[in-house]
């Protein structure tokens, strides 16, 4: 079975602050898809990033930066100088490596920034 | 379409009527999904459909859900007999093939009164 844990419900932070999104997942897979997305206010869900399995290289995406850990079954999220604009709900999911199969999703992080 | 679209946005029905949801994919994606988010709460997987391929259905809650795809076009979910804590939103996914690049739609609310 497969799961994804975000201990984070909430997080609150002022505009600049730097901020760190937690995701935990299990699965018995040895390769797989971690993704996150983001929900906004608005309700759709919008697609950030996918990271396959055997590809433990970190990457940037302008504000955005994703560490991912294979040892700890782990796939933080930072969002650097954050904005109120980030202001949403984060949700990281799992997704088998086979062809077509459905996410795992995690509890989501809720994330408020602040003027 | 440019994205998934689905219909209604909003539903409001009484207990124990039937309802359709509707999920329009992006045209040529084989893979469609179904989800539910209950209030504050991340996505339960549904259903999903591959091309031609059997349905899975595994996450369907009850024998009261159903869902149907013609193709790989339109998608309908039905709840038959709603009760109240099938309230959610019912989000659909689409994808040119399962594991890449998931577009979601907006939703339909559902709310059970």
């Known amino acids: 079975a497969q799961k994804v844990t975000q201990a984070q419900t909430e997080i609150s932070v002022v505009e600049k602050e730097d901020v760190t999104l937690d995701c935990v997942y299990e699965?018995?897979?040895?390769?797989?898809?971690l993704f996150w997305y983001k929900q906004p206010p608005s309700g759709e869900l919008v697609f950030l990033i996918r990271r396959n399995s055997f590809d433990e290289q970190n990457e940037i995406s302008g504000r955005y930066s994703w560490n991912f850990q294979k040892s700890t079954s782990s796939f933080n999220f930072t969002i650097t100088a954050s904005q109120v604009v980030d202001s949403a709900v984060y949700f990281c999911?799992?997704?088998?490596?086979?062809?077509?199969?459905?996410?795992?999703f995690g509890g989501g992080t809720r994330l408020m920034v602040k003027p | 379409g440019a994205g998934v679209s689905q219909s209604p946005s909003n539903k409001v029905t009484e207990k124990g009527k039937d309802v359709e949801l509707r999920c329009d994919p992006i045209?040529?994606?084989?893979?469609l999904y179904w989800y539910r988010q209950r209030l504050g709460q991340g996505l339960e997987f549904l259903i999903y459909?591959?091309?031609?391929?059997?349905?899975?259905k595994s996450g369907l809650p009850s024998d009261r859900f159903s869902a149907e795809r013609t193709g790989e076009s339109v998608s309908t979910l039905t709840i038959q007999r709603t009760q109240q804590e099938d309230s959610a939103v019912y989000l659909c996914?689409?994808?040119?093939?399962?594991?890449?690049?998931?577009?979601f739609g907006s939703g339909t609310r559902l709310t059970v009164v």
């Open positions: 996914a689409s994808s040119l093939q399962g594991g890449y690049g998931y577009t």
């Open positions: 459909f591959q091309g031609n391929s059997a349905p899975d």
């Open positions: 699965t018995r897979d040895t390769t797989y898809y």
């Open positions: 999911a799992l997704a088998k490596y086979n062809a077509g199969n459905m996410l795992t």
């Open positions: 045209s040529g994606h084989t893979a």
